[in-house]
Antibody, heavy 122, light 107 residues
Framework: QVQLVQSGAEVKKPGASVKVSCKASGYTFTSYFMHWVRQAPGQGLEWMGIINPSGSSTTYAQKFQGRVTMTRDTSTSTVYMELSSLRSEDTAVYYC???????????????WGQGSLVTVSS | DIQMTQSPSSLSASVGDRVTIACRASQSISRYLNWYQQKPGKAPKLLIYAASNLQSGVPSRFSGSGSGTDCTLTISSLQPEDFATYYCQQSYSTPYTFGQGTKLEIK
């Protein structure tokens, strides 16, 4: 069965960086794009970007350009999201989500990781 | 960026009620519209993709309709497990924006 297992909670100081991992299993890792979505406490969902695990191409939301880097390791079927220059507003749960485009030709997020809480506090 | 606006932002209803949640896009998105359900402390769950296609395993009381700038999610007969927050999302172009959410509460 498809599973996306994310790394644990992190506490970071302002200005630091955080790297969140998402390990995929139960499907062909390189066949499905992966997205990152975040959710601040009590707030809605915010799309951050997408990575193609096959060729490692990425597209980031303009809001995060210059601060976010998405990478992958095909040997371990893991994608990573690194966010730098952290500020208090980056406190949120970060999710990875698989893109179902491969199945029915349109983007939707059919499987999600359990979420990783990143807290930015001095 | 395409702005997605849901209405209402919150809704009180009873078990057995029929409810409809609307989602409006700031420009035409054809049928590139998805619906998710989220319960507290959990990841979102895909309900409907491409405006009207039911995700595998989702009960048939959920349905989606619409195209262009206006779409709706309908729950035909609310069950206790349906009380949650619902989000629409456009997948027409990046950034793949979400609506602000509709919180469905028990009356």
């Amino acid at each position: 069965q498809v599973q996306l297992v994310q790394s644990g909670a992190e506490v970071k100081k302002p200005g630091a960086s955080v790297k969140v991992s998402c390990k995929a299993s139960g499907y062909t890792f390189t066949s499905y794009f992966m997205h990152w979505v975040r959710q601040a406490p009590g707030q809605g969902l915010e799309w951050m970007g997408i990575i193609n695990p096959s060729g490692s191409s990425t597209t980031y939301a303009q809001k995060f350009q210059g601060r976010v880097t998405m990478t992958r390791d095909t040997s371990t079927s893991t994608v990573y999201m690194e966010l730098s220059s952290l500020r208090s507003e980056d406190t949120a749960v970060y999710y990875c989500a698989r893109d179902a485009r491969m199945i029915w030709g349109v983007t939707s997020f059919d499987y999600w990781g359990q979420g990783s809480l990143v807290t930015v506090s001095s | 960026d395409i702005q997605m606006t849901q209405s209402p932002s919150s809704l009180s209803a009873s078990v057995g009620d029929r409810v409809t949640i609307a989602c409006r896009a700031s420009q035409s998105i054809s049928r590139y519209l998805n619906w998710y359900q989220q319960k507290p402390g959990k990841a979102p769950k895909l309900l409907i993709y491409a405006a009207s296609n039911l995700q595998s395993g989702v009960p048939s009381r959920f349905s989606g309709s619409g195209s262009g700038t206006d779409c709706t999610l309908t729950i035909s007969s609310l069950q206790p497990e349906d009380f949650a927050t619902y989000y629409c999302q456009q997948s027409y172009s990046t950034p793949y924006t979400f609506g602000q959410g509709t919180k469905l509460e028990i009356k």
